[in-house]
């Protein structure tokens, strides 16, 4: 589906986020609800406190070795959309267009809508309530607000990516003052000698590997995020420095405040608090600080999901924009303001979708069914770097990771893919992999078989007009040379 040029010529994406952006953009979305809220997941699925903080380094090391693999491949494939573009590049352009299909319409906005909730849930116990408001009164107030929220986002990702990455920057910012004021108020304790909880080991250890898979699910769902910059590399300043840079610096950061944080958990409750309690930083905060500053944390959280919320609906809009200028989705999508230079319509899509699921209500199964499915996508991307090795072998890399990092990799994602349907088989997995599927009722007639009609025209036409988008291009102008000699071998393969 394509449209004629609206009120300008083309336009395209700004560069206008540097390395520290990068850095917020990584950490700011990474670090979300959970680490405040309940990292008690992780700890029920393995059993023990030694064995919990175990899984937590490992699924942060093996986030990190994603993430090199990702920017390999964003230093070689240097146009935004992350998986969707190296997994087109590798495997063909059907596959990717079922990652964006899935991306766009199930994880990015449901997480959005998660994340915006807490947020409401926590902006609501800042004040809390002395009047007695009863459950459905409270159950609506947090949906406005999280609606609020996504909103507000919405205008500003449209408005300016600068202005994006200062809010990122800002949350990410807050959210490491609050764990640093955490992991003290921990350490206090633990010098006071408060050390039982972390005295009790490997007491209890889970010992089934596949069932162990849950525990390392619990927690890389609070690692999600560690992609993130990969979906927005055109607007990245000098990305073949600053993309890999700013995943080594990110990253590990991200894994020392998560270890931190849950050490100083562990330094102030006890084994069945962490197990039982669904706010443990206000608990914390509840042990340690007198009740005028307690409102510290809920404030914490705010800033923290935030961050998330911001970070995951930039991240959708820009796949929603990389998937329409390939052709895969109405090319409309793709179109970019002509004054503020952002994709318009990706951004409404992802506030539109998004706010549809905080209506929808409880969405958990969803959330837990489709992390599995991006498990499966994570695999195919890092399988795709190895196909590419193949494909491309006198391509220059400018950044390369050894080999034995995307197999270990590869193996990882196997185990957390196959695991999960040994230990606790549900048909709801088939269910996702049947949506995932469904995808193509839209690819067949529109994309493969390039069905016009006519009648759409005039109405993107009017649309142009209406929100002043143009035609959106791509050049060169800071990465590979060799783009287009890599999208000549991705056709072929088609």
């Known amino acids: ?28 979305t990474m670090i979300g609800s959970g680490i405040f809220a309940s990292p008690s997941g992780a700890l029920a699925a393995s059993g023990s406190v030694a064995l919990d903080l175990i899984v937590w380094g490992l699924c942060g090391l093996l986030c990190l070795m994603g993430a090199l693999c990702y920017a390999e491949l964003g230093t070689l494939i240097t146009k935004s959309g992350g998986e969707y573009q190296y ?13 964006s299909w899935t991306t766009v319409v199930v994880l990015k906005p449901s997480a959005s809508a998660a994340i915006s909730l807490t947020f409401a849930d926590y902006a609501l116990k800042i004040f809390p309530d002395e009047s007695n408001s009863c459950e459905e009164e409270m159950v609506q107030t947090k949906r406005l607000i999280a609606i609020a929220v996504i909103w507000l986002i919405g205008f500003i990702h449209i408005y300016s990516v600068n202005l994006s990455n200062k809010v ?14 955490i992991v003290i108020l921990g350490l206090i304790k633990i010098i006071k000698g408060n050390t039982a909880t972390l005295a009790s080991g490997f007491e209890g250890s889970e010992t089934n590997v596949f069932h162990l898979s849950l525990a390392f699910y619990q927690g890389l769902f609070s690692y999600d995020g560690w992609n993130q910059l990969n979906f927005l590399t055109e607007e990245l300043k000098n990305p073949q420095r600053n993309l890999p840079l700013a995943i080594i610096l990110g990253i590990p950061l991200v894994m020392v405040c998560y270890l931190l944080m849950n050490v100083a958990y562990f330094g102030v409750l006890t084994k069945d608090q962490v197990l039982n309690e669904s706010a443990l ?59 503020f230079q952002t994709p318009v319509l990706g951004v409404i899509v992802t506030v539109f979708v998004s706010t549809l699921y ?14 599995f499915a991006a498990w499966v996508f994570y695999f195919i991307t890092v399988l795709g770097l190895i196909v590419l090795r193949f494909k491309m072998p006198d391509e220059h890399r400018e950044f390369k990771v050894p080999i034995f990092i995307p197999v270990i990799f590869c193996v990882c994602a196997l185990y957390l893919i196959i695991a999960p349907l040994i230990s606790e088989f549900s048909y709801k997995y088939i269910g996702a992999v049947l949506f995932i599927v469904f995808g193509l009722v839209y690819y067949i007639p529109f994309v493969h078989f390039e069905l016009k009609l006519p009648f759409l025209h005039g109405v993107f036409k009017k649309i142009q007009y209406l929100f002043s988008i143009a035609i959106s291009t791509y050049h060169e102008d800071e990465g590979k040379g060799d783009q287009v000699a890599l999208e000549n071998v991705a056709e072929k393969e088609a």
């Open 1 to 28: 589906m394509t449209t004629s040029n609206g009120p300008s010529d083309a336009v395209e994406l700004k560069r206008e986020v540097g390395l520290f952006g990068g850095i917020s953009f990584i950490v700011g």
């Open 87 to 99: 997994i087109k590049a590798a495997f063909g352009p059907v596959a990717a267009y079922l990652f």
């Open 168 to 181: 990122q920057s800002v949350c990410m910012v807050a959210k490491i003052l609050a764990i640093i004021f």
């Open 281 to 339: 930083a206000i608990v914390l905060g509840n042990e340690m600080l007198p009740k005028y500053i307690v409102w510290v944390i809920p404030l914490s959280v705010c800033f923290s999901t935030l961050g998330s919320t911001n970070g995951e609906m930039f991240a959708c809009g820009r796949i929603a924009y990389s998937t329409a200028r390939e052709g895969h989705l109405p090319r409309i999508l793709s179109f970019c303001h002509v004054d």
């Open 358 to 371: 905080v209506l929808a209500g409880d969405f958990n199964d969803l959330l837990e069914y489709f992390s």
